[in-house]
């Protein structure tokens, strides 16, 4: 096991640029485009919201903590970039990398009420058979060439809380920002502590108009935002405050200030952030988009029609 992400088989094996990541989604839609034309899915990102709506609620009733269910997510993301969607069960994915993020989280689940809370939430798509869970494991552990550890942006985030002076609410909502990054591609293209710094510029920035809780675009508009986040990117460059000006003025703006000046001093990429930063809040546009029921239904469709569901 790496102790660190830079040596960690995730920076060296499931980190892409965004070709990489778009050649690999076309090579497995060009090995059975018929596959693709008879089930058309909605986009990749409202799969990502459907997906992740349904690990919350198995993990709501597991008790499994965030940290499991964003691994579990991420092992979900990776298991897609070898197989197409409609080949497999997704609901019997989801249950699996649950399954298995628990172990490797150190939270196990015993694969009986797994099964059983699987089932209870998806009864015309699950099978109780424990057997099938086991052997779906071992297929998710196959395609993802057994490289299970995750390094996640949470530790980042707490190591950072007071270089930054955050608030409850701040920490907070960078922590349901990170949550949702796992709905993006982010995870795959950018390093923890990259898009840990991204959501605490996104929680300072977001936070004076729209207070604590989850991040929306509503009231704010994307470009205003981005505007926002550009700023205090663009001023990474500039001096920082002097101390008795911080102290003087224990304000939201001055914490974007103290932040832009400690990148300023870093060697962190904030190319990296910018990118993040745009990604982020084009996914709060079209989660604002998502139709869940459409979503379910085409889902549906698929597994119906070739026999997933039994």
């Given at each position: ?60 009733r597991l008790q499994v903590r965030q940290q499991a269910m964003s691994t579990a997510q991420l092992y979900i993301r990776r ?99 990170i949550n949702d990054h796992y709905m993006t591609d982010l995870p795959l293209l950018y390093a923890p502590h990259i898009v ?111 026999g997933l569901d039994k």
């Amino acid at each position: 096991m790496a102790a660190n992400y830079w040596e960690s088989t995730q920076r060296r094996y499931w980190q892409f640029t965004k070709i990489e990541l778009a050649e690999s989604r076309q090579k497995l839609e060009d090995e059975d485009r018929n596959l693709i034309q008879a089930y058309p899915l909605p986009q990749l990102r409202h799969l990502s919201i459907y997906f992740n709506q349904q690990i919350l609620r198995l993990g709501k009733r597991l008790q499994v903590r965030q940290q499991a269910m964003s691994t579990a997510q991420l092992y979900i993301r990776r298991f897609y970039l070898k197989v197409e969607i409609r080949r497999v069960n997704p609901y019997l994915i989801i249950a699996t990398a649950v399954y298995l993020a628990c172990k490797m989280e150190e939270c196990p689940q015993h694969i009986r009420l797994v099964v059983s809370e699987a089932r209870s939430l998806w009864p015309d798509f699950f099978n109780t058979d424990t057997s099938r869970l086991g052997e779906c494991e071992f297929f998710l552990i196959s395609e993802m060439n057994s490289q299970m550890i995750v390094h996640q942006p949470y530790r980042s985030l707490s190591a950072l809380q007071s270089t930054f002076s955050l608030a409850l609410e701040e920490s907070s909502l960078a922590w349901s920002i990170i949550n949702d990054h796992y709905m993006t591609d982010l995870p795959l293209l950018y390093a923890p502590h990259i898009v840990a710094l991204t959501a605490i510029l996104l929680a300072l920035v977001l936070r004076p108009a729209g207070g604590g809780g989850t991040p929306s675009t509503t009231g704010n508009s994307s470009a205003n935002i981005a505007a926002a986040a550009q700023t205090a990117l663009t001023s990474a460059g500039q001096p920082r405050p002097n101390m008795t000006t911080e102290k003087n003025n224990a304000s939201p703006r001055t914490k974007v200030q103290k932040f832009s000046g400690w990148l300023a001093e870093s060697n962190v990429d904030i190319e990296g952030i910018v990118d993040c930063t745009q990604e982020l809040i084009s996914f709060y546009d079209i989660q604002e988009q998502y139709n869940e029921k459409l979503t379910r239904e085409q889902i549906h469709r698929f597994l119906k029609a070739r026999g997933l569901d039994k």
